[in-house]
């Protein structure tokens, strides 16, 4: 930890070109004072490390006996205390790093995380009218009426509803402060598209009335004298169209962006010409620097119909004193009290619990960003010893596949194969020896369908069956690099006709891309390719598979991956993938009535619920997928002994016994902790003694059995009890 706060001083020192001047001492360079540069003169040096490494350490060791009771020695010789040093040396760094970021990037950032600095607030207040004249009529005075506080700059307030003032008397309206009008001469365009201008002040936009919000809470824009109107977005504006958008996040006034396409781009919206000035008219409010105060004596302003010199106006009360617009530290501040929306759904898990705290419409909801496959187990042909323990390739048809051909190499370096069936009438052919390009290397092989030519990969090279090797980046134009040589696999899953998703796998990492079988070749075919990491695009994979894997082939969509003698299925899990919302709703309230399907659908009003609170919280980019789970319908058959033999007996042990079963196996209130049969738990039939054992009207259960498709059941899906049989012995 020595070196490492040598390191942070040595690297601080660097960056700052000078001392770091303590916070309340004379910020100025050792440069400035030895050149005799006055000192108010001096460039300030700030200090950028204001939370130091000790104090982060000294607060972590204080949280711990109450976070951890049983961690009793703190000193520096104990693993853990270390590992808080090296936490706090990371955290130094990084709070030193972000003191340097600067006001652009720090509101960039706020913007991505939804914090907006908010606009000073106008202040508001009780004005009393009282009447000096001897007219014994009332007085009406209108909405609206101004109110000026006589000052070097005047302070207006305009009432907020009419008030009617009896002769002799005086009443009392609510009143507001008018927000002051200011011009602001912004910048001089460069001519680059996607300028943004920055006014000094946060314009004050109150909440319209109108049910679609103002496009901006500027008065005006003008571009070298000529007015430009706002817009919602640049995506119907065309390069000859005067418009701005007001980024509300950061309070920007953007000008139109250049967006790059596959045609050469397009210029949404006009550029400003060089040199043209921006200039900008808007309100703003003045905070609580400038206010009135209880007893301040208030002028009507002239222009009003009211008489003049009969109406005395007097602050009786001030509502809520005006607030000063908000810098980036107190946004953050509140943002941290909860008052902005700081919360996110960042996990699957995050997304339950969001769900199962406020919403009213859904009983149980399950969020997956992936699925396992419905079968687990591996087929008996890619698993040693129908295989060789290490393999360099494997060939498995794409489509209708009947045998799996295994690669290895013998005793001499050479590559054999090894047929093994699929199914019982396959049989090994020709085709399967090896090309003589790969005889001493192979690298892969796909095999598209059963009865057509395999892609052969070695090294830099590929071949088709029966062809003459080629590159592999010629034969497959648009492959980068490094998948251009040395793969370690290659596997494709069918799309329709003879379209194919080709996998190209090396070291953590695979390219896939769509492509076109036709004139035994492939061609690319819409889209462009993507490169991921292995571990995230297949999340269930081992560590030991998600490496320079020997082998990878699919079946029936299910990827096997192949490790020396291991081999594991999993599903591919595509960038773009949506999460799936499996929602349950309330059932009815007795679970011994097994639900109908009409009671299990998800209605129009649990979607509206559930995108409604998932919206906000959500990740940018994370889409949304609500559906019902996948429900195994089975049914439940047991033998039993009841107490009494007689017909009222075995009446009664036979709806005790189905009311049981139905309660156990219940999406809602069953499983063991009675809050709903777990997902993707499958059924034995002890399941079905554990839920007769304690019906009274039974004495024994003597065999029990299930039968329909819950011997697999997938992480999206739920078992659903349709029927029971049961048989009363004596």
């Known amino acids: 930890m020595q070196e490492l706060r040598g390191f942070t001083s040595r690297r601080r020192a660097g960056a700052l070109r000078g001392p770091v001047v303590p916070a309340g001492g004379p910020a100025r360079s050792e440069a400035a004072v030895g050149s005799g540069v006055p000192r108010e003169n001096a460039v300030p040096v700030p200090d950028l490390d204001d939370v130091r490494f000790q104090a982060l350490v000294d607060a972590a060791k204080r949280a711990l006996p109450s976070r951890s009771p049983a961690w009793t020695d703190h000193n520096v010789s104990d693993p853990g205390v270390t590992l808080l040093e090296a936490c706090a040396g990371r955290v130094d760094a990084l709070v030193y790093r972000a003191n340097r970021m600067t006001p652009v990037q720090r509101s960039r950032l706020l913007a ?55 002769a002799n008397g005086s009443a009392a309206v609510g009143a507001v402060e008018q927000p002051e009008a200011f011009t602001e001469e912004l910048g001089v365009s460069d001519g680059t598209s996607g300028q943004r201008f920055n006014p000094s002040r ?42 701005y958008w007001w980024d509300d996040a950061v309070g920007d006034v953007v000008f139109g962006p250049f967006v790059p396409l596959a045609g050469g ?38 222009g009003t119909e009211l008489p003049v010199g009969i109406l005395l106006a007097v602050v009786e009360e001030v509502v809520a004193p005006g607030r000063d617009a908000e810098d980036w530290r107190r946004a953050l501040e509140r943002a941290a009290l909860g008052l902005a929306p700081s919360r996110r759904a960042v996990t699957a898990a995050d997304h339950e619990r969001i769900l199962a705290e406020q919403a009213f419409t859904v009983s149980r909801a399950r969020v997956l960003d992936s699925v396992r496959p419905e079968d687990p ?24 596949p009947d045998r799996a051909v295994h690669y290895y190499l013998d005793a001499n370096g050479d590559v054999v194969h090894r047929s093994v069936p699929l199914n019982p009438i396959a049989e090994p052919t020709a085709q399967d020896d090896p090309p003589e390009f790969a005889r001493k290397r192979l690298d892969a092989v796909l095999e598209l369908t059963q009865a057509g030519p395999r892609l052969w990969f070695s090294g830099d090279r590929c071949a088709w069956t029966g062809g003459e090797p080629e590159s592999i980046t010629k034969e497959l134009p648009g492959l980068p690099d490094p998948f251009g040589a040395g793969v370690d696999a290659v596997a494709a899953i069918a799309h329709d006709s003879d379209d194919y998703e080709v996998f190209f796998f090396r070291d953590d990492a695979f390219y896939h891309r769509r492509f076109s079988y036709r004139d035994g070749r492939l061609h690319p075919s819409g889209g462009r390719g993507v490169r991921s990491l292995i571990a995230e695009s297949f999340p269930h994979l081992s560590p030991h598979c998600v490496r320079n894997p020997d082998a990878v082939v699919t079946l029936r969509g299910v990827f096997h991956f192949f490790k020396g003698p291991r081999t594991e299925s999993t599903l591919w899990l595509p960038e773009d993938a949506a999460l799936r919302v499996l929602l349950v709703p309330h059932l009815p309230a007795d679970p011994g009535i097994p639900p109908g399907d009409a009671d299990l ?12 609170l998932l919206d906000g919280a959500r990740l940018l980019g994370d889409r949304l997928q609500v559906a019902r789970p996948d429900y195994r ?98």
């Open 377 to 400: 187990r591996v087929p008996a042909p890619l698993c040693p010893p129908a295989r060789p323990d290490a393999v360099v390739a494997c060939a498995v048809a794409v489509r209708d």
């Open 202 to 243: 946060r314009p004050w936009s109150p909440a319209a009335p109108a049910p679609v919000p103002p496009l901006s809470p500027l008065t005006e824009v003008k571009v070298n004298g000529t007015v430009w109107q706002p817009v919602a977005s640049f995506a119907g504006a065309g390069p000859e169209t005067p418009c």
């Open 112 to 166: 991505l995380m939804g914090i907006t600095p908010m606009a000073a607030v106008p202040l508001r207040a009780v004005v009393r009218f009282t009447r000096t004249d001897s007219v014994r009529e009332d007085l009406v005075v209108p909405a609206g009426t101004r109110l000026t506080a006589s000052r070097e700059r005047p302070f207006v307030l305009r009432t907020t509803a009419p008030v009617r003032v009896p």
């Open 601 to 612: 659908e998800v209605t129009d009003a649990m979607r509206e619920e559930t995108f409604g």
């Open 265 to 302: 781009g397009r210029q949404l919206g006009m550029v400003p010409l060089p040199g043209a000035p921006v200039r900008v008219a808007y309100t703003a409010c003045r905070g609580a620097r400038d206010g009135v105060s209880p007893g301040t004596e208030l002028v009507v302003s002239p």
């Open 633 to 730: 319908l089975f049914r439940a058959r047991a033998r039993v002994r009841a107490w009494t033999y007689t017909r009222d007996g075995v009446k009664q042990a036979k709806a005790a016994a189905g009311r049981a079963l139905s309660r156990y196996f219940h999406p809602t209130a069953g499983g063991p902790d009675g809050r709903g049969w777990p997902w993707g738990r499958r059924v034995h039939a002890s399941d079905v003694l554990t839920a007769l054992e304690e019906v009274p009207e039974i004495r024994a259960v003597l065999d029990a059995e299930v039968s329909g498709p819950v011997s697999e059941v997938p992480d999206n899906g739920l078992v659903l009890l349709r029927g029971c049989d049961i048989e009363v012995t004596d």
